[in-house]
């Protein structure tokens, strides 16, 4: 594939591999200097629980990295189209944000917004940013890397990110659940395979008609019923 230039800086992406699920990987752009990601469509979502620790990992060896501040607005790589902000709610981590091509060649977002988006990170409680703002006036956004008042606002006012702070609990809990995810999507349940086999066994044996083709219709229903939880074990 052919390297790309970040939405923000313009400086050539960096390539990285990740395990995709089912099957393959993904290859994913980066750009440290503006600690962004560009996703081509659907790409954060085909990632494996394993692939997303490794790039957290990634994530956290550029943590202190000198950042730019992002330009606006931000471009698409692939058309050159002015990109569109948007705002999502994660599961585990709370509204995150982004900027996506209307074209859907695919989306940009920062390492702080990937790591809410996948729980690494854990957004203030409006009682929280009070308590902080008491102590710390102004702090840089985690999205765009504008300043924010806290004692005024709770959100970036130039791109709407919520305060969020990457809480140690908050990385613990991510890790333990992308290690269990890794470990189910990894590993064959037995158990299972051997339920699925006797169900179907039960049932095909109902639909046999002719008593010498007993032995033929036994290996063929086995070999199928273990092949078809195995697919389905390694798909979810």
Not at 135 to 163: E, F, L, Q
Not at 174 to 199: C, F, P
Not at 202 to 228: C, M, N, W, Y
Request: hydrophobic letters at 35%.
């Amino acid at each position: 594939m052919q390297p790309i230039p970040c939405p923000s800086c313009r400086q050539t992406m960096s390539k990285h591999r990740f395990e995709r699920m089912h099957h393959g990987e993904v290859t994913i752009d980066l750009c440290f200097p503006c600690q962004g990601i560009w996703f081509d469509e659907f790409e954060s979502v085909q990632l494996t629980p394993g692939g997303i620790i490794e790039l957290f990992k990634l994530i956290h060896q550029h943590r202190d990295d000198q950042r730019l501040p992002l330009r606006d607005p931000l471009r698409c790589p692939r058309c050159d189209d002015k990109l569109l902000h948007g705002l999502d709610v994660a599961k585990h981590g709370g509204r995150f944000n982004y900027h996506r091509c209307l074209q859907k060649h695919g989306r940009f977002t920062t390492f702080a917004q990937f790591m809410i988006e996948k729980g690494f990170v854990r957004q203030l409680s409006p009682a929280e940013v009070s308590e902080l703002s008491a102590k710390v006036g102004v702090v840089r956004c985690t999205g765009c890397g504008a300043p924010v008042d806290i004692r005024k606002d709770h959100a970036c006012g130039h791109c709407r990110a919520p305060i969020a702070i990457l809480d140690a609990d908050a990385v613990e809990q991510a890790l333990d659940r992308y290690l269990h995810a890794e470990v189910r999507r990894t590993t064959l349940n037995v158990e299972a395979l051997g339920d699925a086999i006797v169900l179907r066994e039960r049932e095909k044996s109902r639909q046999k008609t002719h008593a010498a083709d007993v032995g033929a219709i036994d290996v063929i229903d086995l070999l199928s019923a273990g092949a078809e939880l195995v697919w389905n074990l390694i798909r979810h």
